[in-house]
Structure formats: C-alpha cells, structure tokens
C-alpha cells in the first residue's frame, strides 16, 4: 500500500513568486491534514479536509495559503505571493474516517519550502 | 486547549544507554497522547499511542511510554540506545473523542554517539 505522497521534496522560490505543493494522500483516507513546521518550532495545525469539505482551516496563517481537494483525493496547497516567513516544512497527513479516525493518521515524508 | 512541552531540544546518550526523551502536556478532557519519529529525509512515523487502558504502552523499535495522569507526562524511554535511533522525535496530544487534529511539541533530536 503506498504511503502519503507529496510532491516536490523540496522547493527554492523567491519571495514575491507563487508555490503549489501537492498531497496524495493514502488511497481511501477521507481526512486530509496540512501541518507546517518552521525551523526550530513546532509543527503547527493548518487545516482539515473531510473529502472535499474544509472541516477546519483555523491553523491557516493567511489569505496568502489557499487549500484545495478537489473530488476529494489529492490537495494542493498554494502560496501566492510568497513571503521569507513561509519558509519552512510542510507535511501532509491522512487518517480514515469511523472508529479509528481519533487515533492515528499517517504522514508523508514533507516538503521543504525555502523563500529567499 | 492542550499542549505540549518537550524538554531538551537535542538529547546525546551513548550507544547502548537508556534514552530518556522527556514531554509533558496540557489537557482539559483525557488526552491521545501520541510520539512520532522522524528519520532522516522521511516523513513522520508514529512509534506508539495512548489512548485509553493499560498506561505502559509500547511501540516499534524497542521504545516504550507510559502515561502518568498525576505527573501529566508521557516521557519516551528505551533501555539500550542504538546509533540507527538517531532522529527527531516529536510528542502530540490530541482531545480523545474529537477529531484528531493533534497538538504537537518543537521536537527532541536524539544523537546517538557510538
């Protein structure tokens, strides 16, 4: 079974350009998280899709980040225009839904996004 | 709202000494408490879980973590380090009976020096 996908691994962007960072998450997993984790801090909450539906995107920092899922599979998460303090590793996580969506989700190997 | 405070950014033990990765948290309702582990160019793996019964929980890899209410920690332990253990841990917590949407802490690294 293949895991949470993300794509790039990495990306360099200069501030002011626009970023797309995309998540594949594990075939059948309704829940879909985006977390990111700045250097040297903890990895923060940005939101929470249930299929298509954003559940909660409380953890989003600006109207700079827009998030999609369209049909409910992949999410891309968009930066634009992107700032220095964007910088950091974003990851990508699914749980499924029913009795066991409360205690585990899997994630995937992150993106690192430097903005220079 | 919870929490979560890891002490230690880095932690050195020995090969073959006990690792002590060290966390406590903050919670209204009982806790999920959760560690991950990440490698090296990999992404997050869950090493163990608490959830609900026996407080002494063990994971992959020979760790272990028990939930002590009264202390309110979940400290990570492993007898006898070994330099494969090298990696970031991270200790989570998340509200049981709502939708998991963990809490994370800033990470320990471990170093493991032969």
């Known amino acids: 079974e293949a895991g949470v996908t993300q794509f790039p691994s990495h990306s360099v962007i200069e501030k002011g350009q626009t970023v797309t960072l995309r998540c594949d998450p594990i075939s059948g997993h309704d829940n879909l998280y985006w977390y990111r984790r700045v250097m040297g801090k903890e990895i923060k909450f940005l939101l929470h899709f249930v299929k298509e539906s954003k559940q909660d995107e409380s953890g989003m920092p600006n109207n700079r980040f827009l998030a999609e899922r369209t049909g409910g599979t992949y999410s891309t998460l968009k930066v634009q225009p992107a700032e220095l303090e964007d910088s950091g590793v974003y990851f990508c996580?699914?749980?499924?839904?029913?009795?066991?969506?409360?205690?585990?989700?899997?994630f995937g190997q992150g993106t690192r996004l430097t903005v220079v | 709202a919870q929490s979560v405070t890891q002490l230690g950014s880095h932690v050195s033990v020995s090969e073959g000494a006990l690792v002590l990765l060290r966390c406590n948290y903050s919670?209204?309702?009982?806790?999920?408490l959760f560690w991950y582990v990440q490698y090296p160019n990999q992404g997050l793996q869950l090493l163990l879980k608490?959830?609900?019964?026996?407080?002494l929980v063990k994971g992959i890899n020979g760790f272990e973590a028990e939930f002590k209410k009264s202390e309110t920690s979940f400290h990570l332990t492993k007898p006898s380090a070994h330099m494969s253990d090298a990696a970031e841990y991270f200790c989570a917590v998340s509200i049981s009976g709502g939708s998991y949407i963990p809490t994370f802490g800033r990470g320990t690294s471990l170093i493991v020096h032969p």
């Open positions: 996580a699914s749980s499924q839904e029913g009795a066991k969506r409360n205690t585990e989700a899997f």
């Open positions: 919670s209204s309702v009982p806790p999920y």
């Open positions: 608490y959830t609900t019964g026996a407080t």
